[in-house]
């Protein structure tokens, strides 16, 4: 199983809606960003998932993640592991829809019928996006979307919950470039070591950039 070497979080004080563009420097790490460069060439669309049920889905996430600037990849892969592509799905702790949404994040992202499948990705989107201002680390984003944002202020990292941490490594494993089904995800038992030290720059265009490389 392959995953990036490195995961960069485009943070912007005004996120657009256009196309999201990827590019690998020279050091072989893939830089997602969504302001093109001479350099940059338009991200080839995420690849629908092969069922039907999924692909009847895909231009509503398509819709959703290029509103809100999050990656259609990720949003993907968190329905994936969310309800499998169910839009009725309804989980013991009453969380609803394609992304499983609680009742108060419902309310809080202006989502009237959960099970609505285009009202539930874009109300997931906005949360999603919404996590990726909070926190500069994707783990740390996937935590708090799974746990809530409080339980990982509260423990200063991705809380010491199983079910978390299962979380956040089978959706890392398939936003990887070459993604793995869920299956292989599971399989995977070793943690992932990852530098929790996150480093902040501004390129020439005015681009804030958070790595966890210096």
Same mark, same amino acid.
């Given at each position: %199983?392959?995953?990036?070497?490195?995961? +960069?979080?485009?943070?912007?004080? @005004? !996120?657009?809606?256009?196309?999201?563009?990827?590019?690998?420097?020279?050091?072989? !790490?893939?830089?997602?960003?969504?302001?093109?460069?001479?350099?940059? *060439?338009?991200?080839?669309?995420? @690849?629908?998932?092969?069922?039907?049920?999924?692909?009847?889905?895909?231009? %509503? +996430?398509?819709?959703?993640?290029?509103? #809100?600037?999050?990656?259609?990849?990720?949003?993907?892969?968190?329905?994936?592991?969310? @309800?499998? #592509?169910? =839009?009725?799905? !309804? *989980?013991? &702790?009453?969380?609803?829809?394609? %992304?499983?949404?609680? =009742?108060?994040?419902?309310?809080?992202?202006?989502? /009237?019928?959960?099970? $609505?499948?285009?009202?539930? +990705?874009?109300?997931? !989107?906005?949360?999603?996006?919404?996590?990726?201002?909070?926190?500069?680390?994707? $783990?740390?984003?996937?935590?708090? #979307?799974?746990?809530?944002?409080?339980?990982? &202020?509260?423990? $200063?990292?991705? =809380?010491?919950?199983?079910?978390?941490?299962? #979380?956040?490594?089978?959706?890392?494993?398939?936003?990887?470039?070459?993604?793995?089904?869920? &299956?292989?995800?599971?399989?995977?038992?070793?943690? +992932?070591?990852?530098?929790?030290?996150?480093?902040? /720059?501004?390129?020439?265009?005015?681009?804030?950039?958070?790595?966890? %490389? =210096?």
């Amino acid at each position: %199983m392959r995953f990036l070497p490195l995961f +960069i979080l485009l943070l912007t004080s @005004s !996120v657009s809606a256009g196309s999201i563009y990827s590019y690998v420097d020279e050091n072989g !790490v893939r830089v997602w960003s969504n302001v093109g460069t001479k350099r940059v *060439s338009p991200k080839a669309p995420v @690849s629908a998932p092969k069922s039907d049920r999924a692909a009847n889905f895909y231009p %509503m +996430i398509r819709e959703s993640a290029s509103k #809100y600037g999050v990656d259609e990849g990720l949003v993907q892969a968190i329905i994936k592991v969310e @309800s499998n #592509y169910d =839009p009725t799905a !309804v *989980s013991v &702790k009453d969380c609803k829809g394609l %992304m499983q949404l609680h =009742p108060d994040t419902a309310r809080r992202f202006g989502v /009237s019928n959960v099970f $609505d499948p285009a009202e539930n +990705i874009e109300g997931g !989107v906005r949360f999603l996006n919404h996590l990726m201002k909070s926190f500069d680390d994707l $783990d740390l984003v996937l935590a708090a #979307y799974n746990a809530g944002e409080n339980a990982v &202020k509260r423990y $200063d990292g991705i =809380p010491p919950y199983s079910e978390t941490k299962q #979380y956040v490594q089978k959706v890392r494993s398939i936003v990887g470039e070459d993604p793995p089904s869920l &299956k292989e995800a599971e399989e995977e038992a070793e943690p +992932i070591r990852r530098n929790r030290r996150v480093f902040r /720059s501004v390129d020439a265009d005015g681009k804030v950039l958070f790595t966890n %490389m =210096p």
